[in-house]
Structure formats: structure tokens, C-alpha cells
């Protein structure tokens, strides 16, 4: 019997030469040298189902669930109706969480803007975000179910209320490969003192192989642990290392002919090489211009942590990372480390926070534009839930996972443009609503995936991203 | 089978709700080939649940006692378990595997029972002795080490959801932990018979009060993730005792009981109802964190560390009790108010009226009160100008207590760094009376239903009722579940124990799904083998050493992992275990097996946990204060503090147990990230250098010598001829590399290479060629075998 | 393309005034069953994807006699005519998703099955109030 090697050799050698030519995009081929060393990597490029309008993913969690009646939706009957009761009609329906009632509804001290062709309104808090209107397309009618935040996270990234489920990412990874050998097709970026809520569950591959899960780069200068080699190494002297190992491996694992774990280990030695220097130099800002860098608002303390991740998220796109999730940190207010959750001082907690993403994303937007890069990458703005129009604490608004906006931009988006709608006070969703499944569908279908034809074989059941449920909301698509 | 049980459990629940004539309704539409008796199973919704009890669940079953089964390759089997075995092998027309070499074999077994790699000497030993029972002697010396437990500590701590932090958002120290981690270590080495270790975990208050060796044992109740700031005090208990339940359904009995809190069980047969029956054992159970331990050096230390922090502070900390002392009463009145409705309910009623149930409370509510929640009030009384309580008098009083609070803080690095004299314990609080529990509807706290009682799911518990038996200071309830659990007729809990080693001996149980021996989990692949390990564990007095003693001696454990064409074609996932399963060593394992190569290995047992270093970028701040003193960073792994919101990232990224909750299997990834780590980290690299001049110490100058004395440490073998010889190419080749890198750095003046570490003796070494060999042994320890545990 | 966010607050008026709230007390409808019944769905399309044949009938079986209880509870409710009819609706997809398995075509049992998960969302937007 022929080890697995050989067979490969014969009956797939270049295999995975042959799909990456098939389905790398021109501009990416200079990363295809790698490839041959690689024999059979459950990374290689994969067909989609359809020509693809998006290639690449940049997925803004807003962590901790902004009131987006306070950032695009505008309510002016909540506004008229402030400080009264909730009219009863509204909370048909629903259970809200205040036994004795709810609160008053609530306005925050905002001032409303339409920008663009669109017109679309956006508050005084994200003047940037406004002048690119016309590039997103808003769903306004998003739902979920709302339990706490680490649950309703995780049923935005993985489609379920129990862990278990793969990632968005995950999906992606698994059905598409990798684009770039030299990078992990799937990364998380994320700011702030603490890991994000929920942890890694929500970057985790679940039921698929492990291989597919987001890999986590961390804040500061060095993203990945352990990326520079011993202080008294030089290249050379690894890649002789890494060559004997190779050597070594390979003698003793032809031994065991059918381990693929161990053939699994010499490739994540041949990456780590690799990304030593691709991953430092994927978030290197040495060669940006200053212009590009204060596009992002890095040369601005409030701004620089999140547009560091923003600038990050474009160049790892440009590299061919299929999927990079953001998830925004925590500021200090009042005293407090927080994130979006606002229940009081709403108008700290919001001021702060859009602060913070308004400039870096608005630049992002603009710079991906720029450089062309718009058009095959897409940009979706998501949280766990919305906020209540009713107030809480007197100062802050609810969880509400029956009402909220969201929009994507970029990749076959219908720009400029808006589905679906909440009601007089933005409580909750009429009409056609569109929930995590949706989304998800509607994401995958852009990356040329048939949500219902990506499955994945678990314990004999097909199993696919979007659970039993999701549609492609149509009318999002250019 | 599957679907007889969803039927049936649904005509229970159909039952409970809907009237007795929809039963024909059900009827009608079950799948015409059910058989009669499923029939009247389904329709008799309402009946006795002896009348549905067609045929027990094989796990509910008692454990059988078992006839070895004959075999025609009798000389094979050395141990009873060999003939389970080889029965199935031989009914596949399988041969077993020839033994390992004795090589393969101690690093095997050295590795299974310690979690490190055999010394060179102790290989040589056992490869030497020609006596006959040389095998024998080699597994009593291993199960005789205190290393034994340790390793054998590490996989029940995974169960426990060990930690030494409260996890959530604060994340706190708890100082005492490691007490019960050094119980558990304490328990295996001194072969506790398992029945008594599950009694002492569970009730060790009880049984045993005032023996504090005994009443650290609950530790493992009060391993829970615990949320300190949480406003809703019932809650709190209510997710505590949630904790415990689950965790004890799971890790003793392997049943999912938790699926249960919310409904009745969709697959098993447990009542929502039971479920709460299990609870209720736990009502009355409160945590303690201020036990005076025993005082040994360990705690003389403590204290003296503590004394001079106390010293120091003396001052500031009494001028700033003083502040809070004024304001005393209004202050714990705001703290109060801050907690939620029905825990308020509890905390403002006068003692005399106390309940079981507020007594759990105000207790609760003594435990997570600092002095600087009473500074809150302060803060709020000087600065909200909006606030009722506002009164500007304050303003100063508490800019002083800002002051000091802030100076105390400075003396923080005085504060002892470890350790602590306390022991962290679950108890009753001296009370005998328990609180009330409900079912909850949907789980739901706020919406009991009737009160339970305790109780044991009737389903595995067959006709056993708790037999409860309170004491003047407690409930006794725990007592009664843990006799029940730890009792001989008890159809899991034998059963999931000797599964739990089985399947660390050979990376798979028996049954497959460790901790779910219900309907949703797989069956057993050798159901004889199962029942026979089990009833003789029971037999012989529930001795854990004997039972890892009749697997190490086995043949079955003795074989070779070669890979053998035949045996993959018959049984490609070697479930009947034709050949020895190769595993990639676990976290600890490689981290502790790179120390003892490298001659770092601290291996002191026991004692607080300690912080290794940790690369810089991992930014975990005050989370992980790296312990000052060097010997503290090579101690075993077992002993690095868990942090349950930052992982040790050397472990983290070889997939180590999350504390979280229960964790069952360790899972094997293979990421580009293990490479970086141990390809790239600084301190493995210095381990290697270590290795590195630990070799050439032991081989003496023959370069042929330092190549076999590295395999040997590394590998318990010689490389053969054509490693070798690839071997001595590369350090030829690598020395070229670093001289030409040493000739021009000379140039530049700055120039340094890697030179092995621990020589004495350096006169004759060549430094290019030495760090050459740095760069090889580096190398070797990165391979897939040292990885790997043949 | 301004005009478009004006003209929002008519269209909302009138949507909301489309959706009409169940007033029945539904206090005493079992729980339990409809978490059986959703969980069994959760895994029917999956195992009617992975041809699992036996396991999906199995699964339709339950969402069979799950249904039907449905439908007597609300028609014993009475003034919950939609939610009778949802259940009829739902038997029927639970039907044809029984028979396209019974004749091995997995794909219209898949569908079927899809549409059984819309039929039950549609009735939990009446029927069920949505939570926190």
C-alpha cells in the first residue's frame, strides 16, 4: 500500500496549484508560490457556489449593543412622545424586563442630519460616518433573541444560544480556503483592556475542524504571540532549523502513514515561518502615508485604538484574509470600563464611544474606496441588539433585541439604500424583519455561498451556518 | 432505542398537560412497527413509571459481574482485561500488536502516570533489568511516586473546574484553592479509596467536621465561577447551586443533568422535577473563606509576609476605617440598596426572622462586602450634586479617603505575593435547617412551582432514597447524596471512574463520551470489559492505584503503536485496540517534559500557585504579576495559577482545560500558533540552551556521544544511522552559517550567539559549534516525537 | 431619494395597525412540548440534509403529534383561529416532508422541512411574546 504521500503525488499532486488558479483573483497570484509545498491543506482554495461579489469580510461587532436611535435611527415621534409612557400599543408582543413597567420614553439630546443622494440620517455623533451614506445599505428592521449579552453574541457570530456552533468566520474558512497561504484566513481583531465578551466562542470553529477557527491577534506592535524568533536567531539559522525539522519529521512520520495530525503539525511549523514575517508586516503602519494614517484618526488618542484595528482590517483584506471580525473595546466612563451597554449615562457612554469608531470607520470606508478594494470587500456594521426607546436609570436605555439597525457596505451591496422598518418610537420591528440567520445568509450569499449548500457533515446530519432558518434579504443586494 | 425513548418521553409530557384522551390520539400516529409493547408504553401515559420501564438504559443497569472469556491466544494476556480484549480482536480475526520496546515503553508509561519524559537513567535501568519482574517494579515505582498524583491531580482538577481566581468580569484571587488542589494530590498518592474521595468532596463538612484535611475535600463544590459584584443575591444562589448540581451529575454519575433545569430532559429520563430533587441537596450550602488552616511553615510565611504589610500600613488604613466608621450605617444602608429586589427582601429583615433561605443571604451579602463598598457611598454623598444623599460636608471626607486609598495602593508590592492561612470550604453554617426548593418553571427563578424534596432520579436510582441524617450544625442532605453516589450498587459511578483511566490510558473510553453515559452518548465498545473493570474496582475496595496498576501491567497497554496495515484496514479507528494509540502529549506534558530535559524541573509538591513569565505582548497587566522569585517560574505545571480570564498562554495554545466548567477531554488542535510558541519563545529557547549543555556535560567531548545522549533524554533511544547522519550535516552546515554571521558581525562589532547554558566546563568548546548544537537541540525538541507519546 | 425617509411614519402606522395581538390567555399552553418541538426541529432539516432517514421521521413523528396537540389546544381556546390553522398548515409540511423522506427525496423533504420552520415562526409572531 502507498503511504498517503505517494497517492497524493500521483493522483493530486497540484491539486491545490490547480485550484488556486482557478480561483485566486490576478492581483493575489504572487502569494501562490507556497502552495506547492503544501500537499493536502484543508485551506486551499475552494470554488464558491457563484461568482463572488465579496472576497473578503470585515464584520464591526459593536460589543455591548449601541442604541442606534441614537446613531442613525430617527424617531421624531420618540422625540415628541419623550418623558411620556409607553403607549400600550407599542409593547404588544414583547415581555419586557421591568416587572413594575417600563420606563418613560426617552430621548437622548441629539441633532439630526440627512446626508447624501440617500438622505439617509445620521446624529450629531457620527458626523464622519454620514458623508458615506450613499455607500451602505441599512437594515432597519434587525431582530434577535436577547437574553444577556454573551448569548445573544454568540447567537450573532455562531447562530446559536449554546456554544458548540462554528462562526460566521468559520463557515467562510471552511467553504472558501484560504486565500493567502501566508496568513490565516480567518482573524480577529479586537481593542481594550479586557479579551471581548464571550471570549473565544465566538471565533471558534465548532463542529468544523479546528483549522478553520479565528485566529486572534492582539493589541499592541506584536499581534501574535511569540511571532519574532529567539533574540539570538537569525532567519537563516531558522529556516535551516525549520529544514532539518522538516527532514526529521518526515523520516520518523513515514512510520505512521496515516496521521494526519503529524502532517498537520509539519505544515503549522512551514505557516508559523511564513507568518513571522507576513503577520508583522500585515500590520506594519511604517510604509501608510501620514495621510492614510490620519484618515484613520491614529495620530488622535481617542481615535487610535480602533482605527489602528481599522487600518489593520484593510491591509489584512488586501492580503486575502477572507474574514476579519473587529470587536470594540471598552473606554473608561464614569469611572467605569465600558462598552456600548449603555443603562446610564448614555450620553457619556455613546459620546465616547462613537468618537472612538466614527472617524476610523468613515476612513476605512474611504480608503478601501480608494484603493479599489471596495468593491470586493464587505463591510458590515452588527451588534448583539439595539437599545430600548424607553429609558432606564434615567440616564441610559435597555437591552432590546426586538428592533435595531444595521448595514453593510462595499461587495454587491445596494447602496444608498434602506429595508425594513422599526415603529413610530423605533421599539419594535414591522414588516419583514431581518434576524442574525438573515444576515448571515445574506453575507455568505455575497461571498458566492449558497447558505443551504454549505453543509458540513456532523454526526450525520448536514449541518449549515444558518441552522434551519435564514433567507437572503434580496432587496440588500445591489 | 432512541426513538422509543423521544416517544415515550413525550407521551409523559403529554401527559403531565394535555387530557388522558389525546393519549389515542398518540397512538395513532406512532410508527406502525412499534412493537406492543411500545404501544401500551405510549398509551399508558399516565401509568406507574414501572409499568414504562420496558428495558432499562444499559448504564442504569447494575454492574454485572463478569467471566474472563476464553481466548486461543491465551499466552497473550497477562491481566484479565487482556482477555476482554483479545475476544473482540480475535472475533475480527485480528492479532494484538508485539510488546513496544522497552524503551518506548517507559517513556510511555513515565509520561501516563508522571506527565514527564524518564531520564536516561532510569531508561537504561529498566531496559537492563533482566529480572522477570522488571515491569512490575518499574509500574510500583512510578504509582509509589508523589508524581503519581500530581499527575493524576491535573485530570480530576479539569473535572472540578479548578481555579484560583472567581472568573466573570473581577476575575478575584482565591487565596485558598490551591488548598484542594493539594487534597486531590494528597488523596491519589495516598490511594484513597475512590468511594471515600467522592464522599469527602461532596460532605466532607459533614462527615468529618472539624477535621480541616478532610473539610478542604468541598473545595470541589465551591470551585464554582462566582460573580462577587452581582446585585441579584438570589440569583447568585440559585446559579451556584446550579453549578454544583451539574457538576456533580456530570463528573461522578455522567449524566447531563443540567439539560433538565429548563424541562424535562429531551433524551434522558430525568424530570425537571428530579432535577430539583438533585438541587435540593445543595440548599443549604454556603461558602466559607475564612477557616483558620493548620499553621505549617507555608502559613508562618504568609503571615510574616502579611505582618509587614500590616505594619506599614498600620496608619493609613486606620485613619481610613475611621472615615468609613463615621458613615458606617448610612453607607451599608446605600451598599444594600443596591442589591435587587427580593435579595433586599432578605437582607433588610431582622435577624430573629431570618428564614434558611435569608440566612444564606445575609451571609452571601457578609462574604462580597469589602470596606470599599461602604467608600461608595462617600463618593456618591460628596460628588452627585443631583443626588439625594448629596451633602457637601463630605466633599473633603472623601477626598482624605480617596487619598489614602490611593496610598494604600502603593504598598501593594509588600502584600504577601502567595499563599494565604485560611481555607476555603462549602458548610452549612452550623445550621441544620435547609432552605426550601422549587421546581422552577421553565427554570425560571422567579416562577417556582411546588416545593421538592431530595431525591434521586428514579430512573438510575433505581429504588434508592436518600436515608437523611441531620447533625446539630448541618442538613446532613450531602451526606445522603454522596453515600448514595459513592455506594456500591450505584450503576455509574464505578462505571464512569474507571472509564474516566481508561481513557486516559488509551485516548478513548470505553464509552467514548467521558461524561455522558445517557441516551445522547455512545455505548460502550466493550460493554463486558466495562462492567469487569468496574465491579472488580468496587470488589476490591474502590482502590485507584490497583486499578492503574492492572492497566499498566496489561498487554494491552504493552504494545507496540507501530502502524500495522492490516489492523487499520479492519478497525481504521482502532476502537478495538489492535495497536497501541498514539496520543500528541498534552499541555502540561510537553511543558514539564521540555523542564526535565533541559534539568529546570522544580519539582517541589504542593503549596500556592505561582506565575510563571509570560511574553510581554500578552498585556494581562495586574491579571498575572510574575513571581519574583526564579525558582517559582519551572515548577510543574499544575502549580501555574488559574486565572479564569487569562490563560497561560504556553498551555492555553496546546488546547489546556478551560475552568470554566467541567471539562471532560482535552481536545488536540494543531496550529501554527503551537509552532510560533515553541519554535519562538524565549523561554523555551533558554530551555534548550539548558538541554543543550546539559548534553554535552553528560556525553563528554564524542560528538557521536552528544547525538545519542540528546535521543536518549529526548526519545529513550539512539538515533538511527541516517538521522544521525542528517544530524551531523546540518551542524556542519549550520556552523558554516553562524561563523560567516559571526565574521561579519565582528565587523560591525556587535555580535551574539546562542551557547548552551549550565557548564561548568567550557575550556575546549568551541562557541560557533556549540551554538550550532543549541540550534539542533532546539530543533529536536521541537519535533513531532518529542510531541508525541508513542 | 429624500423623500423616502419622510414618507416612513404612514407606512409604520399602517403595519402596526395590520398586526393583531392574540388577547387569549396562553398561560397554561405546555412549554415543555413546544421546547421538544423546536429543538426536534432544529436537528430535522440537518438530518434530513445528512439522509438520515430513520432519525427524520423520527423527528417528524414528534412535530406530528406536537402539532396536533397544538391544534386542540387553540381550537378548545376558541378566538384563535389563525392558530388553528398555523397548526393544520404545519402538520401538512410535516406530512409532505414525512412522505418526500418516505420516497428518499431529501431535497423536498429538506424543503419541506423549511417551510415547516417558517410555519412555526409565523405562528410564534401571534402567539409568542418575545423576551428579554
Known sequence: MKSRRDILKTAGYGLGGLALASSLPGN??????????????????????????????????????????????????????????????????????????????FA???????????????????????????????????????????????????????????????????????????????VVLYAGKREPRGGGVNWASGFLPAVYQGTAFRAGESPILHLDRPELISAAQQRSNFDLLRKLNEQRGARYPQDTELQARIRSYELAYRMETTAPEAVDFSKETAATKDLY???????????????????????????????????????????????????????????????????????????????????????????????????????????????????GVKAGTSFGLTDEIGLQSVGKKVDTYDLHATVLHLMGLDHLKTTFLNHGRAERPTVVYGDVVHELLA | MKKRAKQINLAVLLGLSAATAFAADISAVTDVNATAAEKSATTAAKAPPAKLALKPWWSYQPVQEQTVPTVKQAK???????????????????????????????????????????????????????????????????????????????????????????????????????????????????????????????????????????????????????????????????????????????????????????????????????????????????????????????EIEFQKAQAKWEAATKSLREERSAILAAVKEPALQYHKERYLTDSRVSIFKAEKDWTPHDRW????????????????????????????????????????????????????????????????????????????????????????????????????????????????????????????????????????????????????????????????????????????????????????????????????????????????????????????????????QIRDSLLVASGQLNDTVGGPSVFPPVPKNLNAGPAWTVSKDPADHNRRSLYVFTRRSVAYPLLDTFDMASPQQVHSKRSVTTTPLQALALANSELVFQWSQALAGRVIAEAGSDPGAELDRLYEILFARKPDRSERAQLEKFLAGQEVEIRGRFAAGVQDGKFAIAVPTGLKETKGLDPIRASAFVDLVHTVANSNEFAYRN | MRNQFIGAGLIVALLTASVVWAEIDLSDFDEDLMKTMDDTNKTLEPDIA???????????????????????????????????????????????????????????????????????????????????
Open chain 1, 28 to 105: 493575489l497570484s504572487g502569494f501562490g508560490s507556497a502552495w506547492a509545498a503544501e500537499l493536502v491543506d484543508p485551506l486551499a482554495p475552494k470554488q464558491p457556489h457563484f461568482p463572488a461579489k465579496a472576497k473578503s469580510v470585515i464584520w464591526l461587532h459593536m460589543s455591548g449593543a449601541p442604541s442606534t436611535l441614537d446613531l442613525f435611527d430617527y424617531k421624531p415621534d420618540l422625540i415628541k412622545l419623550s418623558g411620556q409612557d409607553v403607549p400600550p400599543s407599542f409593547l404588544k408582543g414583547i415581555k419586557t424586563s421591568t416587572q413594575g413597567g417600563v420606563g418613560k420614553l
Open chain 2, 361 to 588: 443571604i445575609n451571609h452571601r451579602l457578609e462574604n462580597v462586602t469589602r470596606e470599599e463598598d461602604l467608600g461608595e457611598y462617600l463618593e456618591t454623598a460628596a460628588l452627585q450634586k443631583d443626588s439625594k444623599l448629596y451633602n457637601p460636608a463630605y466633599v473633603g471626607k472623601y477626598e482624605r479617603y480617596k487619598t489614602l486609598t490611593e496610598e494604600l495602593k502603593k504598598f501593594d508590592s509588600l502584600k504577601p505575593e502567595k499563599g494565604s492561612d485560611r481555607i476555603t470550604a462549602m458548610t452549612e453554617l452550623g445550621h441544620p435547617q435547609a432552605p426550601q426548593t422549587f421546581l422552577f418553571f421553565g427554570g425560571d427563578h422567579e416562577r417556582p412551582l411546588e416545593e421538592v424534596q431530595p431525591g434521586f432520579p428514579a430512573a438510575f436510582a433505581r429504588n434508592a432514597t436518600p436515608v437523611i441524617n441531620a447533625t446539630a450544625i448541618s442538613s446532613g442532605r450531602r451526606t445522603a447524596l454522596a453515600n448514595w453516589i459513592a455506594s456500591p450498587t450505584n450503576p455509574l459511578t464505578a462505571r464512569v471512574f474507571v472509564n474516566r483511566v481508561w481513557n486516559e490510558y488509551f485516548g478513548k473510553g470505553i464509552v467514548s463520551t467521558v461524561s455522558d453515559f445517557g441516551k445522547a452518548g455512545e455505548k460502550p465498545t466493550n460493554p463486558e470489559l466495562l462492567d469487569y473493570l468496574a465491579d472488580n474496582f468496587v470488589k476490591e475496595g474502590w482502590g485507584v492505584k490497583r486499578l492503574h496498576r492492572q492497566i499498566l501491567l496489561s498487554s494491552v497497554y504493552r504494545q507496540s503503536s507501530d502502524h500495522r496495515e492490516d489492523a487499520f484496514k479492519a478497525d481504521p479507528d482502532n476502537q478495538l485496540l489492535a495497536v497501541f494509540p498514539r496520543k500528541r502529549l498534552d499541555a502540561e
Open chain 1, 297 to 411: 484618526g491614529i495620530n488622535e488618542e481617542a481615535t487610535k485604538d480602533y482605527g489602528t484595528n481599522m487600518l489593520r482590517a484593510r491591509r489584512l483584506v488586501e492580503r486575502g484574509v477572507r474574514f476579519v471580525q473587529v470587536v470594540s473595546g471598552t473606554l473608561d466612563i464614569a469611572g467605569d470600563n465600558r462598552d456600548w451597554d449603555a443603562h446610564q449615562d448614555l450620553e457619556l457612554n455613546h459620546a465616547a464611544h462613537a468618537r472612538a469608531i466614527d472617524k476610523p470607520i468613515a476612513g476605512l470606508l474611504a480608503d478601501l474606496q480608494s484603493r479599489g478594494l471596495l468593491e470586493s470587500t464587505l463591510v458590515v456594521w452588527t451588534s448583539e441588539f439595539g437599545r430600548t426607546s424607553y429609558g432606564q436609570s434615567g440616564s441610559g436605555r435597555d437591552h432590546n433585541p426586538w428592533g435595531y439597525s444595521q448595514w453593510m457596505a462595499g461587495a
Open chain 3, 50 to 132: 445528512g439522509k438520515n432517514a430513520q432519525a427524520a421521521i423520527e423527528g417528524i413523528e414528534i412535530i406530528q403529534q406536537g402539532l396536533q396537540w397544538t391544534e386542540e389546544y387553540f381550537a378548545s381556546k376558541g378566538n384563535a383561529e389563525d392558530g388553528v390553522k398555523l397548526a393544520q398548515e404545519g402538520k401538512q409540511h410535516a406530512m409532505q416532508a414525512l412522505a418526500a423522506v418516505n420516497a428518499g427525496d431529501f431535497e423536498k423533504a429538506a424543503a419541506a422541512a423549511r417551510d415547516l420552520t417558517k410555519n412555526c415562526k409565523a405562528c410564534h409572531e401571534i402567539y409568542k411574546p418575545k423576551g428579554l
Open chain 1, 108 to 186: 437622548s439630546k441629539r441633532e439630526w442630519k440627512q446626508y447624501g443622494d440617500s438622505g439617509a440620517y445620521f446624529s450629531d455623533l457620527l458626523p464622519n460616518l454620514g458623508q458615506h451614506a450613499d455607500k451602505m445599505a441599512f437594515i432597519r428592521s434587525s431582530t434577535t433573541i436577547g437574553a444577556t449579552h454573551d448569548i445573544s453574541i454568540m447567537k450573532l457570530n455562531t447562530g446559536d444560544l449554546n456554544p458548540g456552533r462554528p462562526t460566521l468566520g468559520a463557515w467562510v474558512a471552511y467553504a472558501l480556503g484560504s486565500a493567502n497561504p501566508d496568513l490565516p484566513p480567518y
Open chain 2, 76 to 298: 497473550w494476556v497477562r491481566e484479565p482485561i487482556d482477555a476482554f480484549v483479545l475476544a473482540k480482536l480475535e472475533q475480527k480475526n485480528l492479532k494484538p500488536s508485539p510488546d513496544a520496546d522497552r524503551g518506548a515503553f517507559i517513556r510511555r508509561a513515565t509520561l501516563d502516570v508522571w506527565g514527564v519524559i524518564p531520564t536516561p537513567q532510569e531508561v537504561e535501568a529498566f531496559v537492563a533489568d533482566k529480572s522477570p519482574d522488571a515491569y512490575e517494579k518499574l509500574v510500583d515505582r512510578l504509582l509509589s511516586s508523589p508524581h503519581y498524583g500530581e499527575r493524576q491531580a491535573r485530570r480530576w482538577l479539569d473535572l472540578a473546574r479548578y481555579a484560583d481566581s472567581s472568573g466573570f468580569q473581577n476575575d478575584i484571587t482565591r487565596p485558598n484553592m490551591w488548598r484542594y488542589r493539594d487534597y486531590v494530590i494528597d488523596s491519589f498518592n495516598h490511594d484513597k479509596p475512590y468511594d471515600q474521595f467522592v464522599k469527602e468532596q461532596l460532605a466532607g463538612d459533614e462527615i468529618a467536621p472539624g477535621n480541616k484535611d478532610v473539610i478542604v475535600a468541598t473545595g470541589f463544590l465551591a470551585g464554582y465561577p462566582d460573580n462577587y459584584n452581582s446585585r441579584d443575591l438570589v440569583q447568585r444562589k440559585y446559579q451556584i447551586t446550579t453549578d454544583m448540581t451539574d457538576t456533580v451529575g456530570e463528573v461522578f454519575l455522567a449524566q447531563t443533568v443540567a439539560c433538565a433545569r429548563c424541562h424535562d430532559h429531551k433524551i434522558d429520563k430525568i424530570s425537571a422535577k428530579e432535577y430539583f430533587q438533585l438541587q435540593s441537596f445543595f440548599a443549604n450550602t454556603a461558602e466559607l473563606n475564612d477557616i483558620p488552616a493548620v499553621v505549617g511553615q507555608q
